[in-house]
């Protein structure tokens, strides 16, 4: 039988969005450095820059989330 674990209620999920947030900026990593290439199209760094903004986008909700249920249950502690 698998022992009871003592980390704090939803520490999982709360860690899982940390990693997703690392993969998000990983990609964002990758496609700025793209970006930074001698001799690319106007319109290559239109589509580099949009896939950044799309990911920006992404990070900040899951960092929303992270933010809310941290502050939820906070609240329960209180």
Excluded at 18 to 41: H, K, N, P, S, V
């Amino acid at each position: 039988m698998a022992e009871p674990s003592s980390a704090p209620p939803h520490d999982e999920l709360q860690r899982q969005l940390f990693y997703m947030l690392t993969t998000r900026f990983e990609d964002g990593a990758a496609i700025a450095a793209e970006g930074q290439a001698i001799g690319i199209a106007p319109d290559a760094r239109i589509v580099l820059a949009n896939r950044l903004h799309a990911l920006a986008q992404e990070a900040v909700i899951v960092a929303d989330a992270v933010l809310a249920l941290s502050s939820a249950l906070g609240k329960d502690a209180a």
